[in-house]
């Protein structure tokens, strides 16, 4: 997991590099990946003394979020008197914390994009947020876009995240995670008013870090196996989690490359030169 210091160091060599504002969203958001939720915050540092105030903020009308969010905090629920060893503070350094509509809110806003609404069916109601929008069924591949789970009872919209391309969406939900488009609820789309560019066509293996999934993962599950590596009962399943992480470093120590457990450009070589060298 990234630290937040990590991220805004990121986003703003990526500014420098001429990059569209669709290819600067999906780095973002690549980048957030195991980032806490926290209902009702948009991008604010994630602390204790946030998490406290938030949580006594929801006692009275929500108390069921309020204490979700205690749960999830280290110091709120007891079980340590600081931060230290707390996975959303990895290396002794802060991330940042959202609820789903936070989260892209504040990717966006990253790239100078605002949409406006308080929760996530406000977003969507207000049509100044959008150049387009329309039925999941119709969302054009080759957009970033901002997706939405209709409830048909309520009439309302209970989620939201960020359609990045391959049928990929990061979203929010206990926190930054990667799903995919034709998961169970996703069923509206919306491209935000000033988005530019298409989602990049990959010329090359994508980046692979903890919380990735599909196809390009299996690749390189099934690479470590060819290798020897030990992916447990799991196997090559398409899901990069801390099985996958912790093989991925041992392959890295050998190999005498930085020891991250992201699966990048050296990675790949080293792995397509191991296996083919098999």
């Given amino acids: 997991m990234n630290s937040?210091?990590?991220v805004d160091n990121d986003i703003n060599n990526w500014k420098t590099m001429g990059m569209t504002?669709?290819?600067l969203v999906i780095r973002i958001a690549e980048d957030c990946l195991g980032w806490p939720y926290v209902y009702g915050e948009r991008g604010a540092y994630c602390t204790p003394a946030k998490c406290r105030s938030r949580a006594d903020a929801l006692d009275a009308g929500m108390p069921a979020e309020a204490a979700v969010i205690r749960k999830g905090c280290q110091v709120q629920n007891g079980s340590r008197g600081d931060c230290c060893g707390c996975k959303y503070y990895p290396g002794g350094a802060k991330t940042r914390c959202f609820d789903c509509r936070g989260f892209t809110y504040w990717v966006l806003l990253q790239v100078g994009i605002?949409?406006?609404g308080a929760g996530a069916t406000s977003q969507w109601?207000?049509?100044?947020?959008?150049?387009?929008?329309?039925?999941?069924s119709d969302m054009p591949s080759g957009q970033v876009c901002c997706v939405f789970m209709h409830n048909s009872k309520t009439g309302k919209m209970d989620h939201t995240g960020l359609h990045v391309g391959g049928g990929r969406i990061i979203h929010c939900s206990g926190e930054v995670k990667i799903g995919k488009s034709t998961d169970r609820g996703w069923t509206h789309f919306a491209i935000p008013n000033g988005m530019e560019g298409n989602i990049p066509v990959p010329t090359t293996k994508p980046t692979l870090r903890k919380g990735a999934s599909g196809p390009t993962v299996t690749e390189c599950q099934e690479d470590l196996l060819k290798l020897g590596y030990d992916l447990a009962h799991y196997g090559?399943?398409?899901k990069y989690g801390n099985i996958t992480m912790r093989e991925v470093k041992k392959f890295q120590k050998v190999q005498g490359l930085a020891v991250d457990g992201i699966c990048g450009p050296k990675t790949w070589a080293a792995l397509d030169a191991a296996v083919g060298g098999e």
């Fill in 4 to 6: 937040a210091a990590h």
């Fill in 125 to 136: 109601n207000t049509d100044a947020n959008w150049k387009a929008k329309g039925s999941i």
């Fill in 114 to 116: 605002t949409i406006n």
């Fill in 236 to 238: 090559a399943d398409g």
């Fill in 21 to 23: 504002k669709a290819e």
